[in-house]
């Protein structure tokens, strides 16, 4: 998925980690980034939630997309920061799925997310191809 994820690695994202139901991802806000206020751009701020969310959603090889996000703004972000986006499934039920999301610059949470996913058939990786060895 992240060899075809064009928009994450445009914005410079990064996968710290990656399991079952979670994924963490980390972006740092750069000068194209910041809005008139001198702050990180909101836009900005949730597609980095988006996608940690869509990692954690995928991460049971399924193909899932969202259904819904939603986030509320703490605290601004600002130039220089390093943004961690933790994301961790709530609820994983049929082909529907709830996961939060919390966006933080250190010690300080910027914001919070919370998507609604919708499995859509097929998987990411076929089966074929995964080693269950270990």
Known sequence: MW???RAS????MEIVAIGPGHARLAMTIQPHMVNGHGIAHGGFIFTLAD???????NSHNERTVAAQGNIT?????????RLVADAREVSRSGRSGIYDVRVSAGDSVIAEFRGHSRSIGGTL??????????
């Not at 690695?9 to 410079?12: C, F, H, N």
């Not at 996608?51 to 959603?57: G, P």
């Not at 990786?125 to 270990?134: G, H, K, L, N």
């Open 3 to 5: 060899q075809e994820d």
């Open 9 to 12: 690695q445009g914005l410079g």
């Open 51 to 57: 996608s940690a969310f869509a990692f954690a959603c």
């Open 73 to 81: 703004f703490i605290r601004p972000g600002k130039l220089g920061d």
């Open 125 to 134: 990786v076929p089966p074929e191809d995964i080693d269950d060895s270990t």
